[in-house]
């Protein structure tokens, strides 16, 4: 029977390969994220629409613009008294503070889809 293994144990086995491969290598090894602050209020991190990694803020966007979360869409569209700023596909709304929580906490890199 074949053994069960968690996947924290297969990312912490994927690094540590990756890890050997670059000291046999002898790149520096450097933890990205240690170095630079996490985000906070409106800003979060995201895959922009050339796939390039970057750290956006929700109130800059521009209405129009579509932002892929796992397999949820999320629309920027103008504020009204009822909607907006930012609204799920599900009809729910939010305000780029709420946004930027939702995709700080996502289990993948949120991608900006249509910029617009």
Known sequence: MPETITREQ???????FADKIMEALGATIEDEEANEPEPTDTRFKAIDINGKGVEVDAE????????VEDMYEYFRCYQD????????YTGVSFDHNAFAAV???AD????????G
């Not at 297969?10 to 540590?16: G, H, W």
């Not at 008294?81 to 799920?88: A, R, S």
Request: charged share 25%; proline share 12%; no cysteine.
């Open 81 to 88: 008294d009822k909607t907006g700023p930012w609204v799920k």
């Open 108 to 115: 993948q890199t949120p991608r900006i889809i249509h910029a």
């Open 60 to 67: 800059n966007l521009p209405p129009g613009t579509v932002v």
């Open 103 to 105: 995709m700080r906490d």
């Open 10 to 16: 297969l990312n912490e086995a994927i690094n540590e």
